[in-house]
């Protein structure tokens, strides 16, 4: 139950300003850890459990590759993208499902994460002009229960249960997880995402040293770190597919080609990983939480950039395409010809 007591203390990251007055302020909290798990930066609750939300995917396809599932289903870098995606539901994004689909026996029928219309507005947009209402498929993460389906025709379980918190697939995933994040599993929170799969709470500064293994996987098991390394580079290789047109993942992996693995959340969360060489000799893994949701989309790419710019990868060419998003970034009239204000974040390094 929600009390004064238990909400984390969140602290001021970024302010909105009109005209010279701050109209505005997101409060939230992040952790900069590296693959050793040595703590570069930090603020608000690093040690308070919060959900990972879509953030957790990477990791949630992880075992899936650890067992095996590449070579059993051929799986490809686009696909193993799309499972560690929150996409779009355009046409693309729909295609790679399907083609899974089609080689797994499977039909949207299996899908069990529901249905909302595309994210993309466009593809939306079409979808109502030829009366077509959106399928499972559309669903931002059709991908993700994919691969859950997958590991179950792995382990030869039932199709039905998949979602089950306690089926072999879930406790594969939750074990995974946990490991990655060098978090004990017993004291994983699990609680229920909006696509009726389990999801994870665990501290920033786990999630972030989490990120930090993904891309640099030197200390794992052979095979383990064999899955982080496909889900690494996959994401890398294809950013439209792990999110979508103007969507930040996308637009961040895309401005710094293979120097960031960008994975957001619902209610303003954030997971990102900097492979060896980008920040540092080892990887640093960055966890972001906008305590209000950031339900405009605006905090967590300016937080988030300003973040990257105090590591020293953010570049003038990252800079000048993403200047929209920040790390400051201006507020204009509906007309978009005067600049009323400004978004800055309120923290330095």
Same mark, same amino acid.
């Given at each position: 139950m929600a009390s004064k007591e238990n909400v984390p203390p969140f602290v001021p990251l970024l302010a909105l300003t009109r005209d010279g007055l701050v109209e505005s302020v997101h409060y939230g909290g992040f952790?900069?850890?590296?693959?050793?798990?040595?703590? /570069?930066?930090a603020a608000g609750p690093v040690m308070q459990p919060l959900y990972m939300r879509s953030s957790a995917k990477p990791f949630q396809v992880m075992?899936?590759? +650890? @067992? !095996?599932?590449?070579?059993?289903?051929?799986?490809?870098? +686009?696909?193993? @993208?799309?499972?560690?995606?929150?996409?779009?539901?355009?046409?693309?994004?729909?295609?790679?499902?399907?083609?899974?689909?089609?080689? /797994?026996?499977?039909? &949207? +029928?299996?899908?069990?994460?529901?249905?909302? &219309? &595309?994210?993309?507005?466009?593809?939306? %947009?079409?979808?109502?002009?030829? !009366?077509? @209402?959106?399928?499972?498929y559309h669903h931002n993460c059709s991908g993700k229960h994919t691969g859950m389906l997958a590991l179950a025709l792995l382990l030869g379980q039932p199709l039905e249960t998949y979602l089950d918190p306690e089926s072999p697939v879930q406790r594969r995933i939750r074990e995974t997880l946990a490991a990655m994040a060098q978090w004990p599993p017993?004291?994983?929170?699990? !609680?229920?995402?909006?696509?009726?799969?389990?999801?994870f709470a665990l501290p920033l500064y786990h999630a972030a040293w989490a990120y930090a293994r993904l891309v640099d996987p030197r200390d794992l098991s052979p095979s383990r770190g064999e899955a982080a390394r496909l889900v690494a580079e996959s994401m890398m290789a294809h950013p439209f597919l792990v999110a979508g047109p103007r969507r930040f993942?996308? %637009? /961040?992996? +895309?401005?710094? &080609?293979?120097?960031?693995?960008? =994975?957001?959340g619902a209610e303003g969360y954030q997971g990102m990983g900097l492979p060896p060489g980008v920040a540092g000799e080892r990887g640093v893994g960055i966890a972001l =939480?906008?305590?209000?949701?950031? !339900?405009?989309?605006?905090?967590?790419?300016?937080?988030?950039?300003? /973040?990257l710019e105090g590591l020293g990868v953010l570049t003038p060419q990252a800079r000048e395409v993403l200047k929209d998003l920040g790390p400051i970034f201006p507020v204009f009239n509906h007309r978009g010809d005067i600049r009323v204000g400004e978004g800055r974040p309120l923290f330095s390094w």
């Open positions: 952790a900069v850890v590296d693959a050793t798990g040595r703590l /570069l930066a075992p899936l590759l +650890e @067992a !095996g599932g590449r070579e059993r289903f051929g799986f490809t870098p +686009e696909e193993i @993208a799309v499972m560690a995606a929150s996409h779009s539901g355009t046409e693309r994004h729909v295609a790679v499902v399907q083609g899974m689909h089609q080689r /797994l026996g499977l039909g &949207p +029928e299996h899908l069990q994460c529901g249905v909302h &219309p &595309p994210l993309d507005r466009e593809t939306a %947009r079409a979808l109502r002009q030829a !009366g077509k @209402a959106p399928t499972p017993e004291a994983l929170h699990v !609680g229920t995402d909006g696509c009726s799969a389990p999801n993942d996308t %637009r /961040l992996m +895309e401005a710094l &080609p293979g120097k960031v693995v960008a =994975k957001g =939480k906008i305590a209000d949701g950031d !339900g405009r989309h605006r905090a967590v790419p300016a937080v988030a950039l300003a /973040l």
